[in-house]
């Protein structure tokens, strides 16, 4: 039997050299960023992930330093067992290799419709152009001189949620990402509200099984998390880094019992529409787009919001950007600005206490919430639904023999 060989064209190869610069450039800068040539360092969620490993060795409780569920211990303990700069470098090596995990993503929904004959080209292009916007992003590059672990939360979300999993995985990684923060936690209404049974339970069992063991593991620790949370003041959530709808309203007009019934009121709405933007995304077959905007609900719906967890905003405009239509791209660049180095220095920093710092950091917000009001764009060739989803949707809906074509 012949093999049938896809032609290897010099334009290919261009494109794949442009890539390589490209990642290894953005790679090397992301680098640099975290580890300057001046040798200082520091990682601000590093140490605090080290002083509350200290704190459990020494039998003192996890929450008077960290306020995450106490499984999450497991995966950072290997920070307290490795020399400082080695855990370090290995962490940030860890998220740079993440970040370009993302662009890979997002490359791949993005030029699903290119058709087999330029899917090297388009990919090429894609990763040269999105490794870079994703890993000098503030939101990613924030993550990496913290050492946040928001970074890794995130990733296991969208690998699972955008179908990039077998099926018969789906859901185990978003069980994964909620036992270690409780945000991904908003994808479990979006199992039930698509109808996932599957991914439901398996998210469920996974999430009560990690946290069960937590409580095995650390029960003191467990029952002050879950029964006594420790970080109630946080709910205050007035820094200027949180960029939530209660974090703007409380930098401005200020906190009262009327602005926390408006945020409520604002949250649910916008809560409702990007579950029902993220239904039509499914519907359509259109995993990705549906995970990225539940993800980007995730990050303004809730009490806390900050700049590391705004990564599903990232891979959004950089989506947008690759989609190839004038009107995506225009959306998706000035989505991008918002979360670019530049403007994210000047409301965050220099115009930080400043009207105008504020009216920028709502910019940031409400940005968001367009995303979760609209939705995203249909994908180009993509088509009406894919037939795996309708077949597991139609089978759910019972007796009332309703398909997904008349939805």
């Known amino acids: 039997m012949r093999i049938r060989r896809w032609p290897w064209r010099p334009a290919d190869a261009l494109a794949v050299g442009l890539a390589v610069v490209m990642i290894a450039g953005s790679t090397a800068v992301s680098w640099l960023t ?120 995130m990733a296991l979300a969208l690998v699972d949620a955008s179908g990039q999993l077998p099926r018969r995985f789906q859901g185990s990684l978003v069980g994964v990402a909620a036992a270690l923060k409780l945000t991904p ?72 019992v009327p602005v926390r019934i408006a945020w409520l009121a604002l949250a649910a709405g916008a809560g409702a529409a990007a579950f029902w933007r993220a239904r039509a995304h499914f519907l359509r077959g259109e995993q990705f787009q549906a995970a990225v905007v539940i993800g980007i609900a995730s990050t303004v719906i809730s009490p806390l919001g900050w700049s590391h967890y705004q990564q599903w905003q990232v891979v959004a405009a950089v989506w947008l950007i690759l989609s190839g239509r004038p009107r995506n791209i225009a959306w998706g660049a000035l989505l991008y600005v918002l979360f670019c180095g530049p403007y994210s220095m000047a409301v965050f920093g220099a115009l930080r206490d400043m009207p105008l710092g504020v009216a920028g950091r709502a910019a940031i917000m409400i940005a968001s919430l367009v995303v979760c009001l609209t939705g995203l764009p249909h994908s180009p060739g993509q088509p009406a639904v894919d037939a795996d989803l309708a077949t597991d949707y139609s089978a759910a809906q019972g007796k009332d023999g309703l398909s997904l074509a008349n939805r």
């Open 34 to 153: 975290v580890f300057p040539p001046d040798g200082h360092v520091t990682f601000v969620d590093i140490e605090w992930y080290r002083r509350a490993l200290d704190e459990v060795a020494a039998g003192r409780p996890m929450s008077s330093q960290l306020n995450y569920p106490p499984i999450s211990l497991v995966m950072l303990s290997p920070l307290r067992g490795l020399p400082a700069l080695t855990g370090e470098q290995l962490w940030a090596g860890a998220s740079i290799a993440v970040g370009l995990l993302l662009a890979a993503i997002t490359v791949r929904a993005a030029t699903a419709g290119s058709g087999r004959d330029h899917a090297v080209r388009h990919g090429a292009i894609g990763m040269a152009i999105a490794a870079p916007l994703v890993l000098l992003s503030f939101p990613v590059s924030f993550n990496l001189t913290t050492g946040q672990l928001s970074i890794f939360v």
């Open 185 to 256: 936690l908003i994808f479990i209404p979006y199992y039930a509200l698509t109808r996932q049974w599957r991914q439901l339970g398996v998210a469920t069992a996974t999430f009560g099984t990690l946290g069960a063991l937590g409580f095995a593991l650390f029960p003191q620790d467990s029952v002050d998390f879950w029964l006594h949370p420790g970080a109630a003041a946080q709910v205050a959530g007035s820094s200027h880094l949180n960029v939530t709808i209660l974090g703007i309203l409380l930098q401005w007009p200020g906190d009262s």
